[in-house]
């Protein structure tokens, strides 16, 4: 019984893969790994592509998930550390397919360059008033 449900959720899992990324919603992927705790996190990023005849697809919707989530601007910190370990984890099989992965690899490296020049803009922004402020009261 327990193996019957695996592999259910094996194929749910999967399904999303099959469909069109731009139609799914990798919203719900947020929510779903922001309501795990730390080491199931970590566990869900080590079983992404574990099977070889589908981890191309598998690690291209992933990187499709992180490039929709920085561009949204959403949990910029959680959304880092998860694609830390990702890469971490999954460095090695990445290179393997980069001549297939590497479109989206450069759509994340440069959304990805664009959300952190924002953030240092901000951060910038925020400096300068904290420093016209102090100057003000001394």
């Given at each position: 019984?327990?193996?019957?449900?695996?592999?259910?959720?094996?194929?749910?899992?999967?399904?999303?893969?099959?469909?069109?990324?731009?139609?799914?919603?990798?919203?719900?992927?947020?929510?779903?790994?922001?309501?795990?705790?730390?080491?199931?996190?970590?566990?869900?990023?080590?079983?992404?592509?574990?099977?070889?005849?589908t981890e191309?697809?598998?690690?291209?919707?992933?990187?499709?998930?992180?490039?929709s989530a920085?561009?949204?601007?959403?949990?910029?910190?959680?959304?880092?550390?998860?694609?830390?370990?990702?890469?971490?984890?999954?460095?090695?099989?990445?290179?393997?397919?980069?001549?297939?992965?590497?479109?989206?690899?450069?759509?994340?490296?440069?959304?990805?360059?664009?959300?952190?020049?924002?953030?240092?803009?901000?951060?910038?922004?925020?400096?300068?008033?904290?420093?016209?402020?102090?100057?003000?009261?001394?």
């Amino acid at each position: 019984d327990d193996d019957d449900e695996e592999e259910e959720e094996d194929e749910d899992s999967k399904e999303p893969s099959s469909s069109s990324s731009s139609s799914f919603d990798f919203g719900s992927v947020s929510l779903y790994l922001k309501g795990l705790g730390p080491s199931r996190i970590d566990a869900e990023m080590r079983g992404l592509a574990g099977d070889p005849r589908t981890e191309q697809q598998e690690l291209a919707l992933a990187l499709e998930y992180f490039e929709s989530a920085v561009r949204h601007r959403q949990d910029f910190e959680f959304v880092n550390a998860l694609l830390a370990l990702f890469l971490k984890v999954h460095s090695d099989t990445i290179a393997a397919h980069s001549a297939t992965l590497s479109k989206k690899l450069k759509a994340l490296r440069k959304t990805q360059k664009a959300a952190w020049r924002d953030l240092e803009s901000q951060f910038h922004y925020a400096l300068c008033m904290v420093n016209s402020f102090s100057g003000i009261q001394q």
